[in-house]
């Protein structure tokens, strides 16, 4: 089964490990990303005010995409894959953001939100299988206490994300799980690590990540992974100073499966 594979814009710049670890793995796994040439930024923050249409055609045009080329729409970055799936939804449910949208698109075919938004780790545990995935990881991670932090964008709101329970999700431990490590869970996996508001209020982001982080360290984290581009570097900021490693999950997946960035070819693995 292929994808539709939308990376989004930091995956290109200063997120490129969660990308190309990504794509890496997905080759070794054998599950093929076509990523559309023509994607535009998704517009990072969900847009709250109901007659917002424009900042909403971008995602719009990524979704009609996929569904032209009859394929999921697979994102990685949390905040690509919460706009992508809202925005969705508004065009599945709210019948005046449809309409506005696709008289201006001017689509041949009304889009109706028949596209499934689907997480890299979703496609993970869902068409690759944690059990299958267990059987292709050449390097386990044995002896290696990691972990999970969702923060806040893959989680709310629930009912529109359906991604795992918000208050105790478990896909990104048993991801862990399957590529040989212990996952650690903590009470501050699903906290804010403060977003956008790093740009204004450094004081109060280094407040809440080192929540985040003692949290971790107290029930035994050697290291923590996520999802999000913004939450990687605002934890990393502070955890640099308690020496709290923070990656991306494809990058644990790539080392678990013996690829990384740097190789030409990922390595191909028997079933």
């Known amino acids: 089964m292929s994808f539709h594979y939308y990376p989004g814009c ?8 969660l990308d190309e670890c990504a794509r890496k793995s997905a080759e070794a796994l054998g599950v093929p990303l076509i990523e559309w040439e023509e994607w535009q930024c998704c517009g990072t923050v969900y847009p ?46 709210n019948e005046d953001i449809r309409t506005k949208a696709n008289n201006y698109l001017a689509l041949d075919t009304p889009y109706t939100g028949q596209t499934r938004v689907v997480h890299y780790l979703e496609m993970l545990r869902d068409t690759v299988g944690f059990d299958e995935l267990r059987k292709r990881v050449l390097y386990p991670l044995t002896g290696r206490r990691i972990g999970a932090y969702y923060g806040c964008m893959l989680l709310r709101p629930s009912k529109e994300m359906q991604f795992d329970d918000p208050e105790n999700p478990s896909i990104m431990e048993d991801f862990l799980e399957a ?10 996996r699903n ?21 985040v982080l003692d949290s971790a360290r107290q029930k035994g984290a050697e290291a923590l992974i996520t999802a999000c581009p913004l939450c990687r570097y605002n ?37």
């Open 48 to 93: 709250q005010a109901q007659d917002e249409i424009a900042t909403r055609l971008a995602a719009i045009r990524a979704l009609d995409e996929a569904r032209r080329n009859g394929s999921d729409l697979l994102t990685i970055c949390s905040a690509c894959h919460h706009v992508m799936k809202r925005i969705n939804r508004d065009m599945q449910t």
């Open 179 to 188: 590529i040989g490590a212990e996952p650690v869970r903590y009470p501050y």
């Open 235 to 271: 934890l990393r900021k502070n955890g640099s100073k308690q020496d709290m490693p923070v990656y991306y999950f494809s990058e644990l997946l790539a080392e678990a499966l013996g690829v990384n960035r740097t190789n030409t070819e990922p390595v191909r693995l028997e079933k």
């Open 10 to 17: 930091t995956l290109k710049t200063k997120a490129k490990d």
């Open 191 to 211: 906290e804010c690590c403060g977003g956008y508001v790093a740009l204004e209020e450094a004081a109060l982001v280094g407040e809440l990540c080192g929540k």
